[in-house]
T-cell receptor, first 117, second 116 residues
């Protein structure tokens, strides 16, 4: 079974500063993918960034980067130059690719990020 | 990018009635769709996996007779909450995987169900 842990229920960051949202995972599978989603108050799930377990470089997407440390089983999200519109709930998620595995995502408990003006 | 729609976006119903929620993949085919439930301030919890042309697979603790799932075509899955009760009030979100970049999943906008 897979497990995702997000230990920060809430985070505050000053506008234009960088912030790191923590995520650790647990799986016995060697092939897996890690995702970060943003969920604003409207409820929609917005895909931010993806990291495959065999990717050698950390993923980056604009202001988002994923600090992937495989040995420590962590996949922290770094948001640079925070904007007021970044205020939302952020979920870390994982799926495994082992033969016969289902394709659903396992989600962490989420981190509520508030960007302060 | 791929788009998944859900209808209705909000529904308020009386206790004891049934509510149907539709999930459609608009520009791609989805042999599998996932239904999640999210209570306020909590994470998404997988309820069931909807499989086109076959029975849905339910997660432990989810009543299959209460949450009926039908995946009649490659672009449509429906979730029917039968005999809804106030404790069924929640945010229901569907998703469909796409065979690209690790089977990234595209989520519908969600349906907020309130049972009075």
């Amino acid at each position: 079974a897979q497990k995702i842990t997000q230990t920060q229920p809430g985070m505050f960051v000053q506008e234009k500063e960088a912030v790191t949202l923590d995520c650790t995972y647990d799986t016995s599978d060697q092939s897996y993918g890690l995702f970060w989603y943003k969920q604003p108050s409207s409820g929609e799930m917005i895909f931010l960034i993806y990291q495959g377990s065999y990717d050698e470089q950390n993923a980056t997407e604009g202001r988002y980067s994923l600090n992937f440390q495989k040995a420590r089983k962590s996949a922290n999200l770094v948001i640079s130059a925070s904007q007021l519109g970044d205020s939302a709930m952020y979920f870390c998620a994982m799926r495994v690719f082992s033969s016969g595995s289902a394709r659903q995502l396992t989600f962490g408990s989420g981190t509520q990020l508030t960007v302060l003006p | 990018g791929a788009v998944v729609s859900q209808h209705p976006s909000r529904v308020i119903c009386k206790s004891g009635t049934s509510v149907k929620i539709e999930c459609r993949s608009l520009d791609f085919q989805a042999t599998t769709m996932f239904w999640y439930r999210q209570f306020p301030k909590q994470s998404l919890m997988l309820m069931a996996t909807s499989n086109e042309g076959s029975k849905a697979t339910y997660e432990q603790g989810v009543e299959k007779d209460k949450f009926l799932i039908n995946h009649a075509s490659l672009t449509l899955s429906t979730l029917t909450v039968t005999s809804a009760h106030p404790e069924d009030s929640s945010f229901y979100i569907c998703s469909a995987p796409l065979l690209m970049r690790g089977n990234e999943q595209f989520f519908g906008p969600g349906t907020r169900l309130t049972v009075l």
